[in-house]
């Protein structure tokens, strides 16, 4: 990398850790290439905790084995415990929304 690109990637970072809300996504989004530069994009995802929770909420309420394994191995017990606990408690209580 070139001093000069360097250079320019600290200063979007430090222009960043000023906001008030690093991670919103639109203020996330604006060094988000300065971090993933040379990175392989098929690795790359770029999703809200939201979305993310979503994905987990999907997996331990659907019947999906494939969904479950992007989370856990086989082994891993505490996708099983989650899943036990979303699938008891009330979906007032834990919604695919919240």
Do not use: N
């Amino acid at each position: 990398m070139k001093r000069a690109h360097a250079e320019a990637i600290s200063r979007q970072i430090e222009q960043w850790s000023k906001s008030t809300r690093l991670f919103l996504w639109a203020q996330y989004s604006q060094i988000l290439p300065a971090l993933t530069e040379g990175g392989g994009k098929e690795c790359m995802t770029a999703k809200s905790q939201q979305d993310v929770a979503k994905e987990l909420y999907e997996a331990v309420k659907g019947d999906s084995e494939k969904a479950r394994r992007r989370w856990a191995g086989c082994r891993a017990p505490w996708l099983s415990v989650l899943e036990s606990i979303v699938r008891s408690t009330d979906v007032k209580v834990v919604s695919r929304e919240q």
